[in-house]
T-cell receptor
Framework: ETGVTQTPRHLVMGMTNKKSLKCEQH?????MYWYKQSAKKPLELMFV???????ENNSVPSRFSPECPNSSHLFLHLHTLQPEDSALYLC??????????????FGPGTRLTVT | GQNIDQPTEMTATEGAIVQINCTYQ??????LFWYQQHAGEAPTFLSY??LDGLEEKGRFSSFLSRSKGYSYLLLKELQMKDSASYLC??????????WGAGTKLIIKP
């Protein structure tokens, strides 16, 4: 596997379910990100991890819970979601969080539908 | 507040040239990215500008004017595979990446 991978690619869940999204990067990067992408809206940064420490949490509801067990893996745990949480969830990684140029490499995303 | 403006949608003809504009108002500036995103796929990096001027990379070029808060992506010799969304993103003074909503480019034969 190369680049950034995400599983599952598609997920349908009820509002009372608990599920997790998984991201893995094979690039040796130090920073990983979770984004939410809704139709016709800018990418919304949810969480940033740098060297496994959370450095950014953009006022995300507590029903989204990130976990970064090591620099290659990132999870997003989901519980009691709302229909408006239906979106494409993208994971990305970059060489560094604080350097001036940090091109981000994205995974293919998980298309989440909350019913 | 911080804002990135791009046209929502543009249409162009195969073989032609198209310019996608991006204007920004951010707290500081540390660079500007363009990404391409095909439907159902991940965004992929196209270009990075931090100094004024034109950066050329094959059929794609990106221009930046920091004094005007303005950038454009120029696509030449358009191909059907260029049909995608093009995302503009600016790094602000806190090294936060501020994203535009993207421009959907439709290429017609």
């Amino acid at each position: 596997e190369t680049g950034v991978t995400q599983t599952p690619r598609h997920l349908v869940m009820g509002m009372t379910n608990k599920k997790s999204l998984k991201c893995e990067q094979h690039l040796g990067h130090n920073a990983m990100y979770w984004y939410k992408q809704s139709a016709k809206k800018p990418l919304e940064l949810m969480f940033v991890y740098s060297l496994e420490e959370r450095v950014e949490n953009n006022s995300v509801p507590s029903r989204f819970s990130p976990e970064c067990p090591n620099s290659s893996h990132l999870f997003l745990h989901l519980h009691t979601l709302q229909p408006e949480d239906s979106a494409l969830y993208l994971c990305a990684s970059s060489q560094d969080w604080t350097s001036g140029v940090y091109e981000q490499y994205f995974g293919p995303g998980t298309r989440l539908t909350v019913t | 507040g911080q804002n990135i403006d791009q046209p929502t949608e543009m249409t162009a003809t195969e073989g032609a040239i198209v310019q996608i504009n991006c204007t920004y108002q951010t707290s500081g500036f540390n660079g500007l990215f363009w990404y391409q995103q095909h439907a159902g796929e991940a965004p992929t990096f196209l270009s990075y500008n931090v100094l004024d001027g034109l950066e050329e990379k094959g059929r794609f070029s990106s221009f930046l004017s920091r004094s005007k808060g303005y950038s454009y992506l120029l696509l030449k010799e358009l191909q059907m595979k260029d049909s995608a969304s093009y995302l503009c993103a600016v790094i602000d003074s806190n090294y936060q990446l501020i994203w535009g909503a993207g421009t959907k480019l439709i290429i017609k034969p």
